[in-house]
């Protein structure tokens, strides 16, 4: 046993013991110690080993399992640990050697299987411990999903989100204990009362009805987003995305994030970015998070002060975005602190602004470009084209 790892996860489904392999067995009935949530551990017969209640919040029960260290240990999990489940918190914490694991079938794969969906072509998301507003990028009319709820009331904050957003014809099947002799399957649309008694596990997999869905370009519609008037418009926006050109898991700081357009459209475009938005106006950092929040995005650090003095301790950026508080200054900073390969885009509506990116192109090089707009407006009894203020865009790669 020396050479075997000491901790051993299990993903246990609500069929308990039924759903147990040789392998699992033999970890349970060798185990010296098994911890679970007390639903978990009511499900198995006594093996002899000590049982502990996982406590909560889940991280004490982290550091208590650490403190177990050269014993036989069973942790226990639901379904597939390792997708939105405690195997992925509990590796962080361990090295490679230090455990195995057994999972079971995810709850999202049981669902699939119980309406006959196919899994690759579902959207699953894990809403148990996370606000139900990370739906919203994923709403779209057909568009199926499966989401984790943290417990039966929850499928009414569900019911009343989806109504509320728009999407209130959309199908909700709310599965229940699946897989055990508790499973119930209910079929209702979002704007439809709610049953009682949906017991703990629950998940929903939603048909989506039709509802305002977010566009996936760049260029959002500027009605989605709270804001004061200072806003990036839609068609620059959509310019200034395509310069910053978004990768994965790069970093970015929209330096004057004004109402957080840039920002929360940069996170939008792919998962695994993050971002950074410094506005010197508290009011204006508080619309920013609520806009953040509305729209699904929960990668987005706020920082509430001027640059260059607010870029202090913060993570190094890949991309570096200017639509507001620009000057020589700054640009001096960024020059200096920023390491190669920093992509840098400013945008500048003022004549200074427009001098100053002017000097700095023909210091550095990179792109300069003038974007005119024109939309068309009524004049007397017909129409005509009535012109917005001009941006100078600058991008450069330090």
């Known amino acids: 046993m020396s ?24 970890a349970l009935s060798e185990a010296e110690i098994i911890m679970g949530p007390p639903r978990h551990l009511s499900l198995l017969p006594d093996t002899g080993a000590a049982r502990v209640d996982w406590p909560v919040p889940f991280a004490d029960g982290v550091q208590h399992l650490l403190t177990l260290r050269g014993r036989r240990v069973v942790v226990l999990a639901s379904g597939d640990p390792f997708w939105f489940g405690a195997g992925t918190v509990l590796a962080r914490s361990l090295a490679p050697t230090e455990w195995r ?29 996370a606000p139900l507003s990370r739906l919203r990028p994923h709403l ?49 649309r979002a704007d439809e009362p709610v049953p009682e008694g949906i017991a703990h596990p629950v998940c929903v997999a939603l048909t ?20 004061d008037g200072q806003l990036t418009k839609r068609p620059v926006r959509a310019l200034t995305l395509s310069a910053l050109a978004p990768r994965p898991f790069e970093r970015l700081w929209d330096i004057g994030g004004g109402t957080g357009t840039i920002a929360i459209e940069w996170l939008l ?93 023909g210091k550095l090089g990179g792109d300069l470009m003038r974007i005119e707009l024109a939309h068309a407006r009524a004049l007397g009894s017909l129409t005509g084209w009535k012109s917005a203020y001009p941006v100078v865009q600058w991008s450069v790669t330090l």
Not at 288 to 309: K, S, W
């Open 269 to 361: 475009s792919d998962p695994t970015v993050t971002a950074t938005a410094i506005e010197q106006s508290p009011e204006r950092a508080a619309r920013i998070t609520r806009n953040a929040a509305d729209l699904g995005v929960e990668r987005l650090q706020v920082v509430t002060g001027t640059a260059p003095e607010a870029l202090d301790g913060l993570p190094d950026p890949d991309v570096v975005f200017v639509g507001g508080g620009l000057s020589d200054a700054l640009l001096e900073v960024l020059q200096t602190r920023l390491r190669a390969g920093t992509r840098l885009v400013c945008n500048a509506v003022t004549l200074e602004s427009e001098a100053t990116l002017t000097r700095w192109h």
């Open 3 to 26: 050479d075997l790892p000491w901790l051993t996860i299990i993903g246990l489904g609500e069929n308990g013991p039924e759903g147990l392999t040789d392998a699992t067995r033999k």
């Open 101 to 129: 694991a057994h999972p079971g079938p995810s709850v999202f794969s049981l669902a699939a299987a119980k309406l006959g969906w196919g899994i690759e072509g579902v959207t699953c998301l894990g809403l148990h411990a």
């Open 140 to 188: 779209a009319r057909g568009l199926r999903l499966i989401v984790t709820l943290r417990d039966g009331a929850a499928v009414g904050d569900l019911a009343a989100y989806l109504d509320a957003t728009g999407f209130g014809s959309t199908q909700m099947d709310v599965l229940s204990a699946l897989g055990g002799p508790r499973e119930r399957h209910v079929t209702l």
């Open 208 to 227: 989506c009805g039709d509802g305002p869905a977010l566009p996936r370009t760049s260029g959002k519609p500027d009605e989605i987003f709270e804001t």
